[in-house]
C-alpha cells in the first residue's frame, strides 16, 4: 500500500464500472478537490474490470487501466484499495478473499456477498489487518451503517424498521400513486438503475433480507443469519390492498423488521400496513429510511435515497475516504457476540389485515368473525365492500390488534375452511414503527 503518512494519492481500483462504479467515477471528476481535503489525500482511480471494454461508458479519466481480469486489478502494484462492485457471490468473492489476504483495503457494495459469506470474510479481514468496509451496502446514499455502530454506540438498541429496497418502494409508490401495472414499474426501476442484476431479489424480499441481516447483526451481535430471515415479496400486493388499506388510513410499505421479542429477535421483511402517520409510510419513490428504537435515544430516523449510482457512489467513497484517513474499520463492528436466538416466525407478534372473497350468502361476516373471536384475536376493522352483482362474490377486508403468528395462522385455515370463503385469503401484517 502507498505511504498513508504522506499526501501521496490513494489509488483505488474498480471491480466493475456499471451503475455504481460510474457513479465513484462521476463523483470524482466533479468533486475530487473537496473529497481530497477531507481525506487528506487525493483519490485516484487507477484500475477498472469490467466483462466487456468495447461497452460505452462515458468520460473515463485519462490514463485509467481497464481489462477483463478483476484479479490483475487485485494484484496491481499500482491499486492501494480493491472496490467491488460487480455484484453476484462467488465471483466477486475470489477477489474479495485475494485483496484482503494481500493485506489490500476492500470496500464493497455486495449486500449479497456479506450477508451470506461475511463471517468467514471479516474474519480474513481481521487476520491480515485489511479493512472490509460496506457502507454502501445497506440503504445506498444513506449512512445507516455509521448511524447505528458509531452515533448509537452508546444505546442498546430494541428495534430496527426500514424501508430498504429501493425498487420495492418505487413499485409500491408507483401502483399506489399511478396506478402503473407492477410488471411496467418494474421495467422502469430496472432502466434507472435501481434493480438487482435479478431483479426477483428486489422483488421477493432477498435483497431486503440481506441488508436487514447486516443490520442485525450490527445492532444485537449476533451471527450474519440470512438463512433465518423469513422473507415474502410485494407481489401479494395488489391495487385493491393499497386501496383498501388507504381507507382505513394506512399505507402498504415493504419492510424489513428486526425487534427484541421475549429474549429472542424477530427478523423479518415483508409488505407492512403503516398508520399514515407515521415517518415510514411517508417514504416514497426510490427513497429508503429506517427507524431505530433504542433505549437512550429514541426513535432515530434516517431519509435518503436507497438506490441510482451516484447515491450508492456517495456510500462507497465514504468508506474509501475512511480508508485514506487511516480509520481503524471494526468488521462488522456490532456489540459482544449475543446469545439471542432468532426466533421462528410463528413467535413474531403484529396486527394484520386480512382480505378475503367471500360468497354473498347470509352469515359469512358472522361466521368469519367468531372465528377470531373465539381464537381471541381482536377485530379493530371488518368492512364487506359493495357486491358488484346480486349473488356475486365480494371481498371482505379485517384489520385486527397485534396476535402472535401462529395464533393469526391457525384462524385463517379454519376460514379458508369455510364454503362460503373463496381460496386464496390476502395476509398482510400491520405495524407501528415510532
Ligand atoms: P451493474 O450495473 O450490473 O455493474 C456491474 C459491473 O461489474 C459491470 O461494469 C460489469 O461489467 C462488471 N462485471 C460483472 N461481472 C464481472 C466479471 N466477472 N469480470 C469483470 N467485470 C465484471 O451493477 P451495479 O448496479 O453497479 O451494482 C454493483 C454492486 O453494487 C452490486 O453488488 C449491487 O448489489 C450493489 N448495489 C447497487 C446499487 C444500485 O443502486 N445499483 C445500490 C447499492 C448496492 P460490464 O459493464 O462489462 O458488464
Ligand atoms: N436493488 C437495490 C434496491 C439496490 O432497489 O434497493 C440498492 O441496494
Redesign the pocket.
Known sequence: MSDQTNNAPLRVG??????????VLSILARNGASIAERAGRPITVTM??????A?S?GDLPEGLDI????MAVVNSDSVDVVV?????IE??EQFVRAALQAGKPVV??????LALRGEALFDLARQHNAPLAFE?????GIPLIKALREGLAANVVSSIAGIIN?TCNYILTQMDEAGTPFADVLAEAQRL?????DPS?DIDGI?AAHKLTLLASIAFGIPLSFDKVHCEGVGLVSVDDIRYAAELGYRIKHLGIARLNNGGVELRVHPTLLPKSELLANVNG?LNATVFGADAASPTGYFGP????E??AS??LADVVDIARGASMPGLGGPAASDLAVLPIEDAVSGHYLRLRVADVPGVLTAISGILAQAQISIEAINQKEIANPGSDTNVVILTAPVQERTMRAAVEQMMALDSVRPGITRIRVEHTQ
Open positions: 474498480l471491480l466493475g464500472l456499471g451503475t455504481v462504479g460510474q457513479g477498472a474490470a469490467v466483462r466487456d471494454t461497452k461508458r481489462t477483463t481480469d478483476p467491488e462492485l460487480m455484484g453476484g465471483t466477486p464493497t457494495a455486495n449486500k449479497a456477498l454502501a451496502a445497506v440503504a445506498g429501493g438503475g435501481y434493480a438487482e442484476a431479489f435483497d426510490v436507497g438506490a441510482g449510482g447515491a450508492t456510500a462507497v
